[in-house]
Each structure stands twice: as structure tokens, then as C-alpha cells.
């Protein structure tokens, strides 16, 4: 039985000879979106999906599901170092979805291009009880010679994010208790950007290793472990975020950061004098080190102690 998407991965991965054996030129799954080689020419494709009461609630309305279900696909193209350029939408929808709410669904991923990057191109249509938007993305490289993946973290690599972390998670706990304040962590949660100039920077500055934050910080991490087969020690101290989540989480402060997801900051790892010529561009704040590679350890540290995070980032096979 297949337990959370890691294994989900592994397992069709190593099942079917047209996972397994793709051209040695193209990156396939693994990494935020898949690099194919056609004519010289890289192009970065991706997908993402949005499920009503599984990604999202439709009090919290449909310009909000538009807007994000192209900024997670925007986002994943950033975390491998990619411009947007195309998007095509399947949308499922049933005889309750009214004209108004179409309209607000396209209005949110129109806008999300017209700041963001690229165009809507096509896709298809399909009657289902749950709503749902699935989005797939055409991307190119900023640089055709170099992209961000996941198995490029090097020991002594330093390892930096490009802003704050935990203020999706939340604006949604904020939103879910009727929360008056922290309207930052609303928008936030509602109409999150992409991080594609802090890319830009990243490839510009010869960043071999990225991706998206996600999933959360503690599971995004731990993917990078596990491709680069090193061991990655975090300073939580050193973590960006909005002190009044302080406030918000009464316990388990650390934990409740480092396991929210949709925060769509960027994880660049490298080494030191890379991360100073991105700086000089561009805030970005450096939170841990690269420093085995003999083992695949996601290691916190806390006044240098070592801190146990036992809660686990949203998963869809998780109970």
C-alpha cells in the first residue's frame, strides 16, 4: 500500500520502461517540472491541480482558484530557473458553477499571466461533481545551458530561501477560526507570487540547485536530501518569518513554519560567493549548510541543539 507521494514517485518510476528510460538529454520526474530537449533547445514543462476541499474552499472565492492555479505552475517553473510562456487549463465543473464564478476563475488566472508571465492557450472541459483546475505549463530556461534541480547540493553548499516562510499556512488557519487580523497571511494565502526574478537572480549567478517551497519547508528539504544524497543542517533562528505568528501559534512555533506549505518561496543552494552576487540583487537569507554527504539527513538546529520536528507537511495520501 502506498503511503505518501514519495513512494507514489518511486513507485511508478521504477514500474514502466517509458519513466525509466526517457533520452538522456531530458529531466523527468523528480524535480519541480521536466526538462525535454527538442532541436538544442530546452523546454520546461510542468502541471499542477486544484481540488475543491482538498486545495481549496469556495468561500474563499473563484478569482483566488484561478490566480492560484497558475502561480503554483508559474512557481514550479521558477524553482528550475524558467520563464512562463503557456498555459492550458482542464477545468471540471458541474451545472451549479454559474457564469459568474467562470468569470472570476479566468479572471484570476488572466491576471496572474498579465503579472506573472505567459498566455492561456487552450484545454479542455469536463462535467464532475467536484470542481476542479487542472493547469499544464510550457516554461524556457532563462539560460538554455543551465537549469535548477534538486541533486546539485554539494557539501559546503550553503542553503538560503527568498523570503518568509509560514505565512500562507497562516492566512489559512486565520480564514478557517474567523480570525479578524493578519490580513498579510490572508492575501497571502489568496494570491501568493511567485518568486521569478529571485530565479532570474539564482540562474544568473550560476545556481545549480533549487525548487519551490511548496509543500513546506522540512519536506521540501528532505526531497533535496534525498536527490543530492547529502545532509543539509537548518538554523531555525535563522528562518524568515512574520514575528506575529508568534502570537498566532501559541506551541510548537518552529514546527507549525516549517511544515506549512503554499508558500512559493524559492530554495537556492550554493556556494557562498553565489549567494552573495544573488544578494546584491536581491534579499534572500541564508538559513543552513551542506554538510555530509554520506547520508540523506535533514538535520534542525536550535541554540545547537539538535530539534525534533515530528509533525509531518500536508500529504495526499497521509490520513
Known sequence: MIKNEEQFIDFISNSFERIKNIPDSWIGIGDDAASINLNSKNVIFCSDAMVENVH?????GFESVGWKSIVSNQSDLAGMGAIPIAFTITLGINNKFSND??????????????????????????????????????G??????????????????????????????AGLFSLENDIKSYIKQKNIFLKPAPMISHSENAIDAGILCGMDISDGLKKDLQRICNASKVSIEIEVDKIPFDKKLKDLYESNLYEKIIT??????????????KLEKIHKKTKIMIIGKVVDNKSSELIFKNNKNNLKITSESFDHFGK
Open 101 to 138: 464564478e467562470i468569470k472570476a476563475l479566468y479572471k484570476g488566472m488572466n491576471e496572474a499571466c498579465e503579472i506573472h508571465g505567459g498566455y492561456l492557450v487552450g484545454g479542455d472541459v469536463v462535467n464532475s461533481r467536484d470542481i476542479f483546475v487542472s493547469i499544464s505549463a510550457l
Open 56 to 60: 481549496f474552499r469556495k468561500q474563499d
Open 260 to 273: 506549512s506549505g503554499e508558500d512559493y518561496q524559492l530554495i537556492i543552494i550554493g556556494s557562498k560567493e
Open 140 to 169: 524556457e530556461p532563462f539560460n538554455k545551458d543551465l537549469i535548477m534541480l534538486r541533486n546539485k547540493a554539494k557539501i559546503n553548499d550553503l542553503v538560503a530561501v527568498t523570503g518568509e516562510i509560514g505565512n500562507a499556512a
